[in-house]
């Protein structure tokens, strides 16, 4: 038997670190271009081009894998000291079908492109894409990890396009000082071309690789013959300067504020410095991001907080290098992560409110936390260390209050915050095995005892591992994590009895609330094995996380205390058919407990996707949890028995190459007892011109809840019985929600654009029940309905409140507070963007807010937005020029 394990042992060694030889990859030698002069102008008429040679052996890989091109296209590549050029001829036979639409740098539309993708540190896993389309619009993209795109890194470069008699040509200047490589006499990097024709939605590689194959830089051709290539001095200074006007007539208060208006001025400055050819630092002071674009509306009635998506340019930038995910897959896990960059500049933890003795008030308080400044260096080593360090300072926002008798008083509202991360990882077998770690610190200066709920201190490290074997056919992923807070001993209780962990529940023998600990530990893991390459995929894995792991002071997360285990089934099929393109499907089971060993749903999908032959798509699928116990509904209360749910979905697309496309998604889900939810979204898009588009989405959702929450966080008071009682609620609530863009591009630099999004939802509460017994096996055994309830006014505190007679006796038992609303919601931003110079940039910014909240809870969009809008709006006004100094 020892024998056998042994040999078995070697079997899975040979099996997993090593593999197939792969094949030699394609090569292209650059050429020097010895002085003579390349003109940026889109026409390849120079003679270095036919000295170079042209290249015409791409590949077609959409639609039809693995077969020649329907269209010729020819390539070289050139290089001087500072820079390396690239000229595309793409031929068409039919010039007339030649797409070019007219957009914002960036942006990707169904036209006609030439990309040109550079591994300049030759390790088959980050690249730098460059891209244009006929109309000279420009598409600059950073990736790494093999496959994962960052679409929001901007570099320096220069390119022209250019019509000839059959076809169009590209020709590109990339500066060296925008890439990242080692330092040697001769250079070899992954190359890769790529063409899209629009006409057939066409895609053509130079060099080719199966769909069923996994990963994308690892693929690449080489471009060799790079030799004497100098030290790259990268130095740009970009300062900026911004005005800034806040106006409405909500700011007017006589006396204390007699203004419909405040002015702002701000001025920092950016930096970015070129430490070694594989080494940046970028340095921001006191930044501004008024040009963002607002996150969309919401009301979160849930216990956890909503994730955002980051948007601003320092911190998206050369961002997945920092990134360390605590999940897998593609489900609300996946967000879970060490670093959330929203963490820094948040807004900030406390609000803050007039003493009545001093008579009205009127309270100036920041909306989100000022970054005095950060810096964060990013590159690979020589021996394949990629590096990434960044560190923040915000600053102490203070709340101003200003009283009527002329008195003002100042309420701190946000301590002075400093936050560090430092994430490393290795490569080994080429970039199919990688190592990595990181650390991330928070630490707050907090003097005022107000602030004392606060963490002063956050810490977390872990290390992870991805690694390819069998021919890149299967990976294994893993990580693990531990966190350590520490503070008060209040801070450390009100993280002991938050949302996110709960100890405080009465029937969890495995937690406990310390009242006099100051510091909090906890750890994390994940593990799974995954089958990449082929038609038929598959993984296994597993998470958890400790009821101790706390790591939002800078990373994000929700519940702890839990631990999971999943198998995913996939099958795939990429070979067009006489009606369909492709399609695929996929399975998943999981099943998971908390460290109690209270058994969670076990829970399953399954989903369908295709793609019909004229690029319309259909996508269904049905999800299905069984019974099991929640141990979050009742906020910190014993965990209570649910019943199986099911819910389904359903989406339509057509083609999006078309000036005209839509896309419907709709869904529905049901439980016992009424309990259901549904709802419908639908987008569309209009391209009227060249060089305007126009998007629309709407959404509605419904949801009947026959035993909610109702918001009041904790148990009821019985004042009869003395007793602390766990009430829960019949809850309706219907939400609709649209967003409008318009998007104008006068030139590939100037460009306008609009976004507006109205948003209503109306929650009414009713029919009151109580937790009689939290496992019983039925509804009927769980709960008993409160059939005495009645909705009075009180005139003091000018509320309503529910009065419940439980025992029909004539004495209320109960006095809740009437939570039905009505929130309504308008963000709109328009943003005049002029990019008047390479890198440095104008923007006029228009931002406009209007927010209601009403006790009511009858849904009506149409009173509510004309309710909405018949409100005074919150208008801020913004000039911020900057300009790029290239030292």
């Not at 091109?69 to 390539?75: C, D, I, L």
């Amino acid at each position: 038997m020892m024998g056998m394990n042994k040999s078995l042992l070697i079997f899975v060694t040979i099996l997993v670190f090593t593999g197939q030889i792969h094949p030699a990859k394609k090569e292209f030698s650059a050429m020097p271009t010895n002085s003579l002069d390349i003109i940026i102008d889109g026409i390849l008429e120079e003679d270095i081009w036919d000295l170079a040679g042209l290249k015409k052996d791409l590949i077609q890989r959409e639609p039809i894998e693995n077969t020649a091109p329907t269209e010729q296209t020819e390539f070289s590549v050139c290089y001087d000291h500072n820079n390396l050029y690239v000229g595309i001829k793409a031929y068409c036979s039919d010039p007339g079908t030649i797409k070019g639409i007219l957009t914002r740098r960036d942006e990707w539309s169904p036209s006609d492109w030439l990309y040109v993708y550079i591994d300049s540190y030759n390790d088959n896993r980050t690249a730098f894409q460059f891209g244009l389309n006929p109309a000279g619009v420009k598409r600059d993209i950073r990736w790494s990890d093999d496959e994962r795109a960052d679409q929001n890194w901007d570099a320096v470069w220069d390119g022209e396009t250019a019509y000839f008699e059959g076809g169009w040509s590209a020709e590109f200047k990339i500066p060296f000082r925008e890439l990242r490589f080692v330092k040697t006499k001769s250079q070899t990097w992954g190359f890769q071309i790529k063409r899209e024709i629009a006409n057939n939605n066409e895609e053509d590689y130079w060099t080719y690789w199966s769909k069923d194959e996994h990963g994308f830089v690892s693929h690449f051709g080489e471009l060799n013959n790079l030799n004497n290539i100098p030290q790259q001095k990268q130095i740009q200074i970009i300062p900026y300067t911004t005005g800034q006007m806040n106006h409405s007539e909500l700011y007017k208060t006589p006396p204390v504020h007699p203004d419909k208006y405040d002015l702002f001025n701000n001025t920092g400055v950016d930096m970015k410095v070129g430490v070694t050819n594989n080494l940046t630092m970028d340095i921001t002071i006191n930044p501004d991001f008024g040009q963002v674009e607002a996150d969309p509306a919401e009301l979160n009635l849930t216990a956890f907080e909503t994730y955002f998506p980051e948007k601003r340019p320092f911190f998206v930038e050369g961002g997945n290098i920092f990134n360390y995910a605590l999940g897998i897959g593609d489900g609300d896990q996946s967000r879970n992560s060490l670093f959330y960059t929203r963490r820094i500049g948040r807004s900030p933890h406390y609000s803050a409110y007039w003493d009545d003795e001093y008579g009205d008030g009127y309270i100036t308080e920041p909306s989100s936390t000022r970054i005095l400044g950060a810096a964060k260096l990013s590159g690979k080593t020589n021996s394949s260390w990629s590096i990434g360090i960044l560190d923040a300072v915000t600053a102490e926002e203070k709340a101003r209050i200003k009283y009527e008798d002329g008195s003002e008083h100042e309420q701190t509202i946000e301590p002075l915050t400093n936050y560090f991360v430092n994430r490393i990882q290795k490569d080994f077998r080429e970039g199919r095995t990688t190592i990595g770690g990181i650390i991330t610190a928070t630490n707050r200066k907090i003097d005022d005892n107000h602030l004392d709920w606060l963490h002063s201190d956050a810490y977390s490290t872990g290390m992870d591992i991805s690694h390819l074997f069998a021919d890149n056919s299967y990976m294994i992923l893993g990580g693990v994590a531990i966190s350590n807070v520490i503070g008060s001993s209040e801070a450390i209780v009100n993280t002991q009895t938050g949302s996110n962990h709960y100890f405080q529940r009465p029937d969890a023998e495995h937690l406990d609330v310390d009242s006099s600990a100051t510091h909090l530990s906890g750890f994390t893991e994940n593990a799974a094995i995954f089958k990449v390459k082929g038609d038929w995929r598959w993984g296994i894995g597993q998470w958890f996380f400790s009821p101790g792991f706390e790591a939002n002071d800078l990373g994000y997360h929700r519940d702890v205390d839990n631990q999971v285990q999943f198998i995913w089934l996939s099958r795939q099929q990429n070979d067009p058919g006489k009606y369909i393109r492709n399609y695929g499907t996929n399975l998943s089971i999981w099943h998971g407990t908390n460290f109690g060993y209270e058994s969670h749903p076990i829970g399953g999908n399954l989903n369908i996707h295709m793609t019909f032959m004229n690029y319309w798509n259909f996508g269904t699928g049905v999800n299905m949890d069984g019974p099991g116990l929640n141990t979050t509904i009742l906020w910190g209360g014993p965990a209570i028995r649910t019943d199986g749910t099911v819910n389904g979905w359903l989406n339509v697309g057509s083609d999006y190459n078309k000036d005209l496309s839509f896309n419907v998604n709709g869904y529905h889900g049901k439980a016992v007892m009424g309990t259901h939810w549904e709802g419908v979204n639908t987008n569309i898009n209009w391209r009227p011109t060249m060089n305007i588009s126009i998007g629309v989405s709407v959404s509605f959702n419904h949801q009947l809840d026959t035993w909610a929450n109702w918001s009041d966080y904790g148990p009821s008071y019985d004042m009869q019985n003395e007793t602390e009682e766990y009430l829960l609620t019949h809850f309706e609530q219907n939400t609709l929600s649209s967003t409008f863009r318009l998007d104008w591009t006068l030139t590939p630099n100037l460009s306008l654009q609009y976004y507006g999004s109205p948003f209503v939802t109306a929650g009414k509460y009713d029919r009151f029940i109580k937790v009689v017994d939290p496992k019983g096996d039925s509804y009927d055994d769980r709960f008993k309905h409160l059939y005495n309830a009645e909705k009075v006014y009180d005139d003091e505190d000018e509320m309503w409140y529910w009065e419940i007679d439980e025992d029909s006796d004539g004495t209320f038992n109960y006095e809740i507070p009437d939570w039905d609303f009505n929130y309504r919601q308008f963000n709109s931003n328009l943003v005049l963007r002029w990019e008047y110079r390479p890198g440095s940039t104008i923007y006029l910014v228009w931002s406009q807010g209007i927010t209601d909240f009403i006790n009511m809870g009858n849904f009506d969009f149409g009173n509510d937005i004309k309710d909405l809008f018949g409100l005074e709006p919150e208008n801020i006004f913004l000039i911020k020029f900057n300009y790029l100094l290239n030292l």
